[in-house]
């Protein structure tokens, strides 16, 4: 498979003091779905920002499609965020327009600023955008406003919007950290599909190892901003689920070959 992104000694410092991401290096295939898990703080969220540019990397490179993306001017990084779709854990829909119009919004990237701010679309990409919500079971949704929506509603809306970019990858921010277990279950459904299927790449922030275990190709643990596991789901221990977690690994209560088995049956 071909590599599709790829981290070379990413380093990201805020301020004097706090050290966010160091030296961290991988790389992820296309058609992957990674799972990046640790504790609260551990630097998931900056990494995941420092792909798209929306946080600046302090040292390093950052290689999409074999583009030094730091390297990037404005317009030419515009033009770059249309092929990485974003999912976010507060969903950044606007809550007073339809599902329908919060959906179109993933086609901005692709017009000039005027003609968005006016709302005109193609008619191809209102089937698309229609394609897209039947597919994520949401066809009877389409015209309802966002606020009238439930969580796993508006975080389906929020994987519709970024599908309709036509992405090469998704990038997803903690998803399912605000969702009952049965919502979680069908966004993570959709975004195993949506790898497996459609042959996205899914880079995918979890702070639950059970569905990391379930859901992911390969797993990337992050402790104090360092990658301190790479690896496939079978290769995850005990130990190394410590080394993550620290004293956080004690609530996970998870004994690993246990966890997978009950994974299995999920």
Do not use: W
């Amino acid at each position: 498979m071909a590599t599709l992104l790829e981290f070379r000694d990413v380093s990201k410092r805020y301020g004097n003091d706090t050290l966010a991401l160091s030296h961290v290096s991988f790389s992820v295939n296309e058609g992957e779905l990674v799972s990046i898990i640790g504790p609260s703080g551990a630097g998931k969220s900056t990494l995941l920002r420092c792909i798209n540019r929306l946080i600046e990397a302090t040292s390093g490179e950052v290689i999409f499609d074999k583009t030094n993306v730091q390297q990037l001017s404005k317009g030419k990084l515009r033009a770059l965020r249309t092929k990485i779709g974003m999912i976010f854990q507060s969903y950044n829909l606007v809550d007073r327009l339809s599902v329908f119009e919060n959906v179109l919004h993933g086609r901005l990237g692709y017009k000039p600023a005027f003609v968005g701010a006016l709302g005109l679309y193609h008619e191809s990409e209102k089937k698309q955008a229609l394609e897209i919500l039947k597919s994520l079971g949401l066809e009877d949704q389409v015209y309802k406003r966002c606020d009238q929506l439930s969580g796993g509603q508006k975080q389906r809306v929020g994987i519709a919007r970024a599908l309709v970019q036509e992405p090469r990858m998704l990038l997803a921010d903690e998803p399912i950290a605000s969702l009952d277990p049965s919502s979680s279950k069908t966004i993570m459904d959709h975004l195993r599909h949506i790898s497996t299927s459609l042959g996205i790449t899914v880079l995918v922030n979890l702070h639950q190892l059970d569905i990391a275990l379930n859901y992911a190709d390969r797993i990337i643990g992050v402790s104090q901003g360092k990658v301190v596991f790479d690896g496939l789901p079978s290769e995850l221990t005990d130990e190394t689920i410590r080394t993550i977690y620290g004293a956080d690994s004690e609530e996970l209560n998870l004994n690993i070959p246990e966890s997978k088995e009950v994974a299995r049956k999920i």
